[in-house]
């Protein structure tokens, strides 16, 4: 039984940097296509940024340059470093992740494993 659990978000001021992260668990391989996905409110999902293999990654616009995925194989464990935050960015920041073949990773991938989601506040 695949399980992911977020770390504890957090309020900063535009400009700081937060790292949330995300224990993972059940997975038959490596092979899975992990992601963060967040949701501001009122608006629709957004794919953020999703990793594969620890090695492939895709960002959105919005935060290419500012965020960074990555992935500790060894501890299950993906990441999310963000940097420069703006109040735009702030949202309920999920975990998401498929194992389906061929384990394609865009960002508007239908996930099929997620997170209860942790809070990112950013102010002004």
């Known amino acids: 039984q695949v399980q992911l659990q977020e770390s504890e978000g957090g309020s900063v001021q535009a400009g700081g940097s937060l790292r949330i992260s995300c224990a993972t668990s059940g997975f038959r391989n490596n092979s899975a296509c992990m992601a963060w996905i967040r949701q501001a409110p009122g608006k629709q999902y957004e794919g953020v940024a999703t990793i594969r293999n620890g090695v492939s990654t895709t960002y959105a616009d919005s935060v290419k340059g500012r965020f960074t995925i990555s992935q500790d194989v060894a501890k299950n464990t993906l990441y999310l470093q963000m940097d420069s935050l703006m109040p735009d960015d702030t949202a309920m920041y999920y975990c998401?992740?498929?194992?389906?073949?061929?384990?394609?990773?865009?960002?508007?991938?239908?996930?099929?494993?997620w997170g209860q989601g942790t809070q990112v506040t950013v102010s002004s």
């Open positions: 998401a992740a498929h194992d389906r073949w061929p384990y394609a990773c865009g960002l508007t991938e239908r996930y099929s494993y």
